[in-house]
């Protein structure tokens, strides 16, 4: 079964401090790769999506993407208690069921003052 | 101006009864999407909609069912309700199919 792996946390990190979010997919021949921020009792926001190896940089996320590792990651710069919130890694994994993406269990957040 | 839209927000039946929700995109956007997110939060992808082609996961019971008048709108009826489609269902949409996606504000199921 394809699948998209993170930690669940909770991950606590102190205001201003660096977050880095990890996620690992089974299925090598994936191309799309997507990071969702959810709050509770929200939907999905979309934050960030890679498509090539390497970083892309927008604001104070940094999404990174290996291939030949299977693994993508999500940096977030100057966190802010506002950053609080659980972030879903997603996969668009061909073939993986009603061609959506694949969610992974998402990582829940905490931003300390 | 909401993207995606979905009603009703809440939703609280009785088993055995058939309900709808409406989903409406804005966007422009050609491929619509079903998802479901259970009690422990993980999102699950129910079907995949555009204007000529329905996907749908082998997973979906059949009781589940797409229904689109046009492009705009993607609704999902569901008959015969259980306990076990409690959840949150969110209508999304993106183009072009598998890109990045958009989620509408969700719809809480509760059936007692």
């Known amino acids: 079964q394809k699948e998209v792996e993170q930690n669940s946390g909770p991950l606590s990190v102190p205001e201003g401090a660096i977050a880095s979010l990890n996620c690992t997919y089974s299925?090598?021949?994936?191309?799309?790769f997507f990071w969702y921020r959810q709050y509770s009792g929200k939907s999905p926001e979309l934050i960030m999506f890679?498509?090539?190896?390497g970083d892309k940089e927008d604001g104070r996320f940094t999404a990174q993407l290996n291939k030949a590792s299977q693994y993508v990651s999500l940096l977030i710069r100057d966190s802010q208690p506002s950053d609080s919130a659980t972030y879903l890694c997603?996969?668009?994994?061909?073939?993986?069921?009603?061609?959506?993406?694949?969610f992974g269990k998402g990582t829940h957040l905490i931003i300390q003052p | 101006d909401t993207a995606v839209s979905q009603t009703p927000k809440y939703l609280v039946t009785q088993m055995g009864n058939d309900k709808s929700i409406k989903c409406e995109q804005n966007?422009?956007?050609?491929?619509m999407y079903w998802y479901k997110q259970d009690s422990k939060k993980f999102l699950k992808i129910m079907f995949s909609?555009?204007?000529?082609?329905?996907?749908i996961n082998e997973t979906v019971p059949n009781r589940f069912s797409p229904k689109s008048p046009d492009k705009a709108h993607l609704n999902l009826h569901i008959n015969s309700l259980e306990l076990g489609d409690s959840a949150v269902y969110f209508c999304?949409?993106?183009?072009?199919?598998?890109?990045?996606?958009?989620f509408g504000p969700g719809t809480r199921l509760t059936v007692t």
């Open positions: 999304a949409s993106s183009q072009p199919r598998g890109g990045e996606q958009y």
């Open positions: 299925d090598r021949g994936s191309q799309s």
């Open positions: 890679i498509y090539s190896n």
């Open positions: 997603a996969v668009n994994i061909a073939g993986g069921g009603a061609d959506g993406l694949t």
């Open positions: 966007l422009g956007h050609d491929t």
């Open positions: 909609y555009n204007n000529k082609e329905l996907i």
